[in-house]
């Protein structure tokens, strides 16, 4: 267990319908019967989504389903995070199309860590009825031997029921979009143990949901399956359900949750606050709407409010601002929101370059042209001399462009005007000493570092 300082807002004391909620954020995909019914007359249900801990954070793409747990916890009830440190050393292959790596004990164990602190920021981890677990399967896999789950868990799912899943057919051959390279045993039981893992916390902490991305539902239902087995062998029963959340794609269908660069993460020192807020400003007007429902708190009326002013201006992008900003806010602080909301003005020519860190400044211009030139260069050099280094490149074609420009006020280095062409550049003070930025009209810039 764990406890946190920052609950959740909005947790509700009297259940409302999951369901509902997840609708009209268009973030339902599918559950099994009577699940709504459950979780309407029981409460608090307790619920859990499970983790691959095979990184060292989670990412966008992970986000999705954190707020499936949000949500349930909002709606009164409990929500588990598992962390697979048994399962992680396995590897699902729902779609893969090959085996993973398979990490060692260490390195999972510190991926474990820093998944808990990051979902910290999103539940509730307080003393209650509804307040959130995290639980780690390694916990109650370690002590089990190879004969005694064969013995107390395999005997209960046979091999034609596993190898109807879609996961593994797509593995073994006989579709059109069958892969060659086979599927492992190892892999092939990861559904077995997954559901395992629901049988377990059905006993232990009384789980009677699991929820997950649409394409785990194979894994899922055999948990719920699973259940079903265990109690009938044992002359009971027990109820148990399933629920999917959409993936989230782009509007033209593409998978979300990479920007140029590649994955989008959660941690600060893999994806910085300011990459984090630009990947959300930078959302299409097609995918925003469905982004902001699925990854902010905002009701329906403030979302449509949002969305009726962005209606009205589209050009200002209100609507990816508020998103940008929620998300940021709720992932990274307000204050490293507030600083990537003014490093997003330094490319509009607003504020202050020497108020951006080292690294925000490179990556606020990440993308703009850059080059090395060597200081002693520059120990007397004039501002001619290092507008000269920058001409053949697009953006100072030629040295009697870049004089024209000096004397028309349309070169700024380090956002100060160069009056003339024999200014001294010396009398210029680096950004962090060493950088300096060439702005050629308003828009387009030149990163020089002095090497």
């Known amino acids: 267990m764990s406890s946190s300082t920052q609950p959740q807002e909005g947790v509700s004391q009297v259940p409302h319908s999951l369901i509902d909620e997840l609708r009209w954020r268009g973030m339902f995909h599918d559950m099994m019967p009577g ?3 459950h979780l309407l007359k029981n409460a608090p249900v307790s619920g859990y989504i499970g983790f691959d801990p095979t990184a060292a954070s989670l990412h966008i793409g ?8 949000v949500h349930l916890q909002r709606a009164g009830h409990r929500p588990v995070a598992l962390v697979g440190g048994a399962t992680g050393m396995i590897g699902d292959p729902s779609g893969k199309s090959a085996e993973r790596n398979l990490l ?7 991926n474990q860590a820093g998944i808990r602190a990051q979902l910290e920021k999103f539940l509730d981890f307080a003393e209650g009825p509804t307040g959130a677990l995290v639980v780690n399967n390694y916990d109650w896999f370690k002590e089990f031997s190879f004969l005694g789950f064969l013995r107390e868990v395999g005997k209960h799912l046979t091999v034609n029921y596993m190898m109807a899943k879609d996961s593994v057919k797509r593995r073994i051959g006989g579709g ?7 599927i492992s045993y190892t ?11 629901f049988v377990h916390l059905n006993k232990t902490l009384g789980c ?6 649409s394409d785990q539902w194979g894994n899922i239902t055999t948990g719920t399956e699973l259940i079903r087995r265990v109690a009938n062998a044992a ?3 027990a109820k148990a359900y399933a629920l999917t959340g959409q993936l989230i794609t782009k509007a033209d269908g593409t998978k979300y949750g990479k920007s140029e660069t590649g994955t989008v993460w959660l941690d600060a020192t893999m994806t910085s606050p300011y990459q984090f807020y630009q990947f959300f400003l930078n959302s299409a007007d097609a995918d925003a709407p469905r982004l902001i429902r699925v990854f902010s708190l905002l009701s329906q009326a403030e979302i449509e409010a949002i969305e009726a002013e962005h209606a009205a201006a589209p050009h200002l992008r209100t609507l990816q601002k508020a998103l940008a900003a929620d998300v940021t806010t709720r992932v990274h602080g307000a204050a490293a929101t507030e600083a990537a909301l003014a490093a997003s003005q330094v490319l509009f020519g607003g504020g202050d370059l020497a108020s951006l860190d080292e690294a925000t400044l490179l990556d606020v211009f990440a993308g703009v042209p850059r ?5 002693t260069d520059m120990a007397n050099a004039d501002a001619m001399t290092l507008l000269s280094e920058l001409t053949g490149k697009e953006i100072l074609p030629s040295k009697g462009e870049a004089r024209k420009l000096i004397q028309s006020n349309g070169i700024s280095i380090n956002r100060q005007k160069v009056a003339a062409p024999d200014a001294a550049v010396a009398e210029l003070e680096p950004l962090h000493g060493k950088y300096l930025v060439v702005q050629k009209g308003k828009k387009n810039y030149f990163l020089v570092e002095l090497v």
């Open 235 to 237: 002359g009971t029963d």
């Open 371 to 375: 080059l090395q030139v060597p200081r």
């Open 176 to 182: 059109e979009d069958a892969d060659s390279s086979g």
């Open 62 to 69: 992970n986000l999705a389903t954190i707020m499936l747990l």
């Open 187 to 197: 892999e092939f039981s990861y559904q077995l143990l997954q559901g395992y893992d």
């Open 35 to 37: 699940t709504d019914e």
């Open 208 to 213: 009677t949901l699991q929820m997950g991305a």
């Open 104 to 110: 060692d004990e260490e390195t999972l164990r510190r």
